[in-house]
């Protein structure tokens, strides 16, 4: 079955800066790669997704890259803010079900 | 309008005992997945709904965990004689149709077993 990695677990950035959360994945036949970001007692909502036949995708402050030959996708967040503070979940998901990475806590330092 | 709805939002009980889970999708969604969440843990699959399809049950830890969804509408999980490993939030999620991708989570149920 499918396999998801993602790195770093925990990530602190200051205010302003950029950060970068990579995710590796092992099935060839997945192809959406959405980006899900959940607060703290809440549930995860997507922020961002990326389908096979794209190699980038952005969204104001936010972008996801995908590598399919290296099955590495990437979320890269600019101009960080408190408010980006979370945990964020990657996933690989092919005509049914998504596998989910671990998780990457996000801190953002004002 | 109205979002992935779960009940109950809280669950203690006691070790042994049975445990029903409610999840109740966005109306017209024909996809359904239970998921399991421990404490600042990722998640992990249980199991997966696709409209009249037999279920994708591969992701149910052991024989205790068991879902159905009546009528293509409201799902619920059972676990059966609970363990204290069982403790974690099980977070529902439903998507619009075959081939749409985007899961709409519900607000989870924290399951404690004591």
């Known amino acids: 079955g499918e396999n998801v990695e993602q790195h770093p677990s925990t990530l602190s950035v200051q205010e302003g800066d950029s950060a970068v959360i990579k995710c590796t994945y092992s099935d060839s036949a997945s192809n959406y790669f959405p980006w899900y970001k959940q607060e703290l007692g809440k549930r995860p909502q997507l922020i961002i997704d990326i389908r096979s036949n794209v190699g980038e995708k952005k969204d104001q402050r936010i972008a996801v890259t995908l590598n399919k030959t290296a099955k590495h996708f990437s979320l890269h967040i600019t101009e960080t803010q408190p408010e980006d503070s979370a945990v964020y979940f990657c996933a690989a998901k092919d005509a049914g079900k998504s596998t989910f990475g671990d998780g990457t806590t996000l801190t953002v330092k004002p | 309008g109205a979002g992935v709805s779960q009940s109950p939002s809280n669950k203690v009980t006691e070790k042994g005992k049975d445990v029903e889970l409610r999840c109740d999708p966005i109306s017209g969604h024909t996809a359904l997945y239970w998921y399991r969440q421990s404490l600042g843990q990722g998640l992990e699959f249980l199991i997966y709904f696709q409209g009249n399809s037999a279920p994708d049950k591969s992701g149910l830890p052991s024989d205790r965990f068991s879902a159905e969804r009546t009528g293509g509408s409201v799902s619920t999980l059972t676990i059966q004689r609970t363990q204290q490993e069982d403790s974690a939030v099980y977070l529902c999620?439903?998507?619009?149709?075959?081939?749409?991708?985007?899961?709409?989570f519900g607000p989870g149920t924290r399951l404690t077993v004591l």
């Open positions: 999620a439903s998507s619009p149709q075959r081939g749409a991708d985007e899961q709409f």
